[in-house]
């Protein structure tokens, strides 16, 4: 048999008497009439409730929004006759309802717009580039000061960082350009094979590489090496406090934390890009030997012919900006991680991608600028 819907009867100005299946099908579109009751301040209203044959969470939570609306009209109300059952889950449901009223749920966030998001994009990239160029000038100060009292630079971490940015990272270093120099004369020996040029492998691997590949790759492996270790280690003693005990003991962060980095990293990766050079060049040897039948005698001394010294020095040039770049945005990033865990991957992950980015901004600058300069 299905059960009786839900109903009420004021049976008096002063009494309310329900009836039926209080649960979630047999409400129906009770709610709207409950809203219309109009009680007299200052009364006691009863709510009988010997008539209900069933009862849910649904129910209980529309009575109790009920006692809830004659409670803020000034009005006393009180369940009677209400089964011992019914009246447990009623007082569970009214101690849930005074928990959301003290710790109400957060407003949904209305959905934005393209232009309002392109909008609210545009002025984060605004507020972060400010804070970076912030943070840049902090740290050039605190530079400054160091270099002006040499004591107070702390040697030790910048020998430690150079032996963990650079010496650890000369495997992969290495190997990648290695397979670098192996993958740009591979590529490059058909065209030469077909015009009988092939003794020209060592112009295209040795420009190439000491100009452009290797210093631009060495810089890409230590901003995904380096970069994020570096935003890892300062976001995580951001998110443990350490830095705002660092701050009230009266030690500035960025001499003990950014200057080390910057410095070590600066010394490190230009002698990481000539690591780069050399095995580049060594694999390009390689397979011109297999691919083009090039001698290794032959390759070398075409390569003294073809690379001067204005080539090698404009790869080395750039190592040392690219350097300060990917220390400076990982500190930075580092700096900026609020909150928990979650924060410190979110912001290691946006230091890798930001370090990436301006490292290949400045490689395009630095070749626009050679190019006026007939570099």
Request: glycine share 10%; net charge neutral; proline share 4%.
């Amino acid at each position: 048999m299905p059960a009786t819907p839900a109903a009420y009867t004021q049976a008096s100005p002063q009494t309310v008497v329900l009836s039926g299946a209080w649960t979630a099908s047999g409400l129906g579109n009770i709610a709207p009439g409950l809203d219309t009751l109009i009680w007299a301040a200052g009364t006691t209203v009863v709510i009988d409730g010997a008539g209900i044959s069933a009862f849910d969470t649904a129910g209980a939570w529309l009575v109790q929004r009920l006692l809830q609306s004659t409670h803020d009209g000034g009005v006393t109300c009180q369940v009677v006759h209400l089964e011992e059952r019914f009246a447990r889950l009623l007082e569970a449901v009214s101690r849930l309802y005074a928990e959301q009223a003290v710790h109400p749920a957060p407003p949904v966030q209305p959905t934005l717009s393209v232009l309002q998001q392109m909008g609210r994009s545009a002025v984060s990239t605004a507020e972060e580039a400010a804070s970076l160029l912030s943070f840049v000038g902090e740290v050039t100060v605190s530079l400054a000061r160091s270099l002006a009292h040499p004591k107070r630079l702390r040697w030790r971490p910048v020998l430690f960082n150079i032996r963990t940015a650079g010496f650890d990272a000369l495997p992969i270093v290495g190997l990648l350009a290695f397979l670098l120099g192996v993958v740009v004369t591979y590529q490059g020996a058909s065209q030469l094979r077909q015009y009988g040029a092939n003794i020209f492998v060592a112009d295209l691997v040795g420009v190439s590489m000491l100009r452009e590949f290797a210093p631009l790759i060495t810089a890409i492996i230590v901003a995904g090496r380096s970069g994020s270790s570096y935003a890892a280690q300062i976001g995580t003693m951001a998110v443990t406090e350490e830095i705002d005990a660092m701050r009230t003991l009266g030690i500035n962060p960025q001499e003990m934390l950014v200057l080390p980095k910057v410095i070590a990293l600066m010394i490190a990766l230009p002698l990481l890009t000539v690591f780069a050079d050399g095995l580049g060049v060594f694999g390009g040897m390689v397979m011109a030997r297999q691919q083009l039948g090039v001698s290794n005698t032959d390759f070398l001394d075409r390569l003294v012919k073809a690379v001067v010294t204005s080539t090698v020095l404009t790869g080395l040039g750039k190592a040392p900006v690219f350097a300060g770049i990917i220390a400076m945005v990982g500190c930075h990033q580092g700096f900026r991680t609020k909150g928990g865990a979650d924060s410190v991957g979110r912001q290691t992950t946006r230091s890798v991608v930001q370090a990436i980015f301006f490292v290949i901004v400045a490689d395009g600058l630095f070749s626009i600028a050679f190019s006026a300069l007939d570099l």
